[in-house]
């Protein structure tokens, strides 16, 4: 199952942390036409933007209105995976406050969604920090700055964050981002717990969208197949996939799912459901991937080509399930190249997902003693993730094939090779 395995830890865990916002309906606008009930979802959103980019032009100084419009900003890209949006969410959120700091936490916590979906970490710290300056000992202020300090690799401060919390069942948004520490920090059955309660609570609700309903049962999802629960995860995703038919992200979790059943046409199809909608890297990469097995060079290629020029657009240093995959099926120079970007990211981020990717760079650049050193700080969270484990097996196998070389090519033992004495 190799060939699916790239993407595991990088596309998924990506595509899982960009800041989960609970964004509510807009409260009801008087003059509203009555066939807004029989409208779908989308086009109510898009009424409602319309509707608050018309209220933000007409009054300058209204924070409340850019809130509003900053996340459903934040709600279509999403749905849509538009950076575009995203761009739009932070430009409003920051016009908001700009105006009004005071009783404005949603809005520090949109901007923050808003930086974390563009890789500015740090920005998004910054801003969940200054929420959390604004009112003290908020239970969302608190695990949204813990998320991002996940990301950030700065685990010590993240667990401080998240073992000070107090937070009842109803705060699913919290036990989603606790939930990622517990699974980045080797207790994936406590993380699926939490999860599993999360979604008790929003499946409940009718005031939700849509995506961010579905979005429960992808990170369950991503989380069972990333620990090989293949039926439970299907299952979940299938759940999600009813809840909102045309969500990317569930789409590409199905395709992933395939490959790992070796269903390669089964994988294709979702694939290019899902890059329909939105050209994912991670999920172009399992389409490539899936053709290859198939035997078709051209499709893979095609594919291929179409991963790379995705992946060089999305915001951030490297898109890591590209980098994987480059490394996998790309050339000396290609991880050369890999290498070099993932260098740049490490000097503000060093999360353990990061540091596999280097140790993986390395490792191809055939560095063998330098990858065991960054292998050993991707595995020290002891993150349950069947990709790291197979990193680190490959680099200590090249290490002991490297030094049983060197012990031939000297005429002596193991023991004189490292000047040890034998008993």
Known sequence: MRRASWWIASG????????????????HRSGAPASATLMTE??????????????????TASASDRSQLAGLYLQRARTSGSFADYERAEKVARRSLALRTAHNGQTFALLASALLARHDFV????????????????????ALIGEIQLELGDY??????FASLHFDSD????AARVARWRELTGHSDAARRLLRT????????????KEQVAWFHYRLGELELRTGSIDSAEAAFRRGLDIFPDDYRILGGLARLESVRQHWARAIDYGNQAVAIQLDPATLGTISDAY?????TAGAA???????ASALEQPGPIHRAWGLFILDHGTARDAERVLGKTREELRSRHDVYGYDLLAWALHREGRDTEARVAMAKALAQHTEDPQLVRHAKAIEAALAVSSSRSVAATGGSPCQSSRRTCN
Request: hydrophobic share 45%; net charge negative.
């Open 12 to 27: 998924a865990a990506a595509a899982i942390m960009v800041g989960l916002i609970v964004v509510h309906a807009p409260p």
């Open 42 to 59: 989308g086009e109510i959103r898009e009424r409602d933007i319309a509707f608050y980019e018309r209220r933000a032009t007409e009054d």
């Open 123 to 142: 920005g998004a710290l910054h801003v969940a920090e200054r929420a959390d300056s604004l009112e003290p000992d908020n239970t969302n202020h608190i």
């Open 156 to 161: 010590e401060a993240a667990a401080r964050r």
């Open 171 to 174: 705060q699913f948004t919290v």
């Open 198 to 209: 999360a979604i008790g609570r929003v499946d409940g609700r009718d005031d939700l969208p």
């Open 292 to 296: 290859r097995a198939l035997g078709d």
């Open 302 to 308: 095609q594919y291929a080509r179409a991963m790379t």
